[in-house]
């Protein structure tokens, strides 16, 4: 909440009127159903203003009435929900094998989930071309149900900088897309906002906002695709670094003599500790899902060479995420991707490492947990993306 003391501008006051419409926004979705004396009790704001401002939101459809009423000493007070009924946000996620995309209303609730094979395209116009028309079916979808959308955000495994441009993307082949422009273009202007970061960041987001650890404010998602990265929240919010490629725990190296790394490097832990390791070769993206399945079946049924792997791979990882809580002190350190059919017989190792190689006692409190959300979570994280937008305050207009 904002109130000023000097005498507001115009400017000022439009900027006022934003942030407390945000303010109100987010505690509907956080206390629900809730009245406006509820409002005006834990905000602050006074009664007459909570009452303007809540007009407003229910102008825009954001918020509704319900029925229901809350008995207080002298009359009932009407009650308040997130309503959101005619807008749907968009998150989508382009990994190397697959295009995830992911719609909810304005209260996280699901309308779309899909997943299609993705071969990455031979180039970016190609990658583009059949992830914009993925997109169009998810935008006419959303259209069908005449709901506006309120944005799109997309996750890319690689480095994307702050203006949302890919800068390099290997396990792709893409370098230097403007994946966003793109994208509006193929989507001929949608009108909505698009928005492109790296897939960990976005998951890290959708960890924070769905995952079984919400609301955590020192968070880490790792991804277990091809690639490994990091989504890093600290003390609240998703840090991108000076220019965006905070997170590339994967080139870390773990072993100088160890096996060579696409990146040129050697002993880097996403080729200790990835999805390659875990298979014992270079992973096939048509064939990873099965390869897994069928190292989760040899696991369960004792197979020791399988064990010894996942031990092996465990151990690596457990080094990397022993570097991330000293560096950090994360609360939780999530697994996403295909580690989570693998944690079973990856979190001992991570643990033992842990125990070891933190300075503080007891990991310095930081659990590693395998993520609830899986595949969907970077798609999923686009979408967070979006609600974030609007819960600070980027209303859309009045329907
Ligand atoms: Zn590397």
């Known amino acids: 909440m904002i109130t000023s003391t000097t005498g507001p501008q115009p400017a000022d006051f439009a900027d006022v009127r934003a942030t407390n419409l945000a303010v109100v926004l987010r505690f509907v979705r956080e206390h629900a159903p809730c009245s406006r004396a509820d409002i005006a009790a834990s905000t602050g704001l006074n009664k007459a203003t909570v009452s303007s401002l809540v007009a407003d939101l229910i102008d825009r459809r954001l918020v509704r009435e319900t029925g229901l009423t809350e008995n207080r000493v002298g009359r009932p007070a009407t009650m308040l929900v997130l309503d959101g009924s005619p807008y749907a946000a968009i998150g989508v996620e382009i990994n190397v094998d697959y295009v995830s995309a992911?719609?909810?209303d304005l209260a996280g609730e699901r309308l779309l989930t899909w997943r299609r094979a993705f071969s990455g395209g031979d180039s970016v116009n190609q990658g583009v071309a059949s992830v914009g028309a993925i997109i169009r079916r998810?935008?006419?979808?959303?259209?069908?149900?005449?709901?506006?959308?309120?944005?799109?955000?997309?996750?890319?495994?690689?480095?994307?900088?702050?203006?949302?441009?890919?800068?390099?993307?290997?396990?792709?082949?893409?370098?230097d897309a403007d994946l966003g422009g793109d994208l509006a273009k193929a989507l001929r202007d949608p009108g909505f906002p698009i928005q492109v970061d790296n897939d960990a960041n976005l998951a890290a987001l959708a960890e924070q906002r769905f995952g079984a650890h919400a609301g955590a404010s020192d968070l880490i998602y790792l991804t277990g695709e091809i690639g490994v990265g990091a989504g890093i929240i600290l003390d609240g919010r998703l840090r991108h670094g000076r220019l965006g490629f905070s997170g590339e725990i994967g080139h870390?190296?773990?072993?100088?003599?160890?096996?060579?790394?696409?990146?040129?490097?050697?002993?880097?832990?996403?080729?200790?500790?990835?999805?390659?390791?875990?298979?014992?070769?270079?992973?096939s993206p048509a064939e990873i899902q099965v390869e897994i399945e069928d190292?989760?079946?040899?696991?369960?049924?004792?197979?020791?060479?399988?064990?010894?792997?996942?031990?092996?791979?465990?151990?690596?990882?457990?080094?990397?995420?022993?570097?991330?809580?000293?560096?950090?002190?994360p609360e939780v350190v999530i697994l996403g991707?295909?580690?989570?059919?693998?944690?079973?017989?990856?979190?001992?190792?991570?643990?033992?490492?842990?125990?070891?190689?933190?300075?503080?006692?007891?990991?310095?409190?930081?659990?590693?947990?395998?993520?609830?959300?899986?595949?969907?979570?970077?798609?999923?994280?686009?979408?967070?993306?979006?609600?974030?937008?609007?819960?600070?305050?980027?209303l859309p207009r009045v329907p």
């Open 138 to 175: 998810v935008v006419n979808r959303m259209a069908k149900e005449e709901r506006q959308v309120l944005g799109l955000a997309v996750a890319v495994p690689g480095l994307v900088d702050v203006q949302g441009t890919v800068r390099i993307a290997p396990n792709l082949g893409w370098r």
């Open 252 to 283: 870390v190296q773990l072993d100088p003599d160890g096996p060579a790394c696409h990146c040129g490097r050697r002993g880097c832990l996403e080729v200790m500790a990835g999805i390659g390791a875990v298979l014992g070769k270079d992973p």
């Open 337 to 394: 991707g295909y580690y989570v059919p693998l944690a079973p017989w990856l979190l001992p190792a991570v643990q033992d490492e842990m125990d070891d190689r933190v300075i503080a006692s007891e990991a310095g409190g930081c659990q590693v947990v395998a993520s609830t959300l899986g595949h969907d979570a970077a798609a999923l994280g686009g979408v967070a993306r979006v609600l974030d937008s609007i819960d600070s305050g980027r």
């Open 295 to 329: 190292s989760v079946r040899l696991a369960r049924a004792g197979d020791a060479g399988t064990l010894a792997t996942l031990e092996s791979v465990g151990r690596s990882l457990g080094k990397g995420v022993s570097i991330l809580a000293n560096l950090l002190n």
């Open 102 to 104: 992911v719609a909810t």
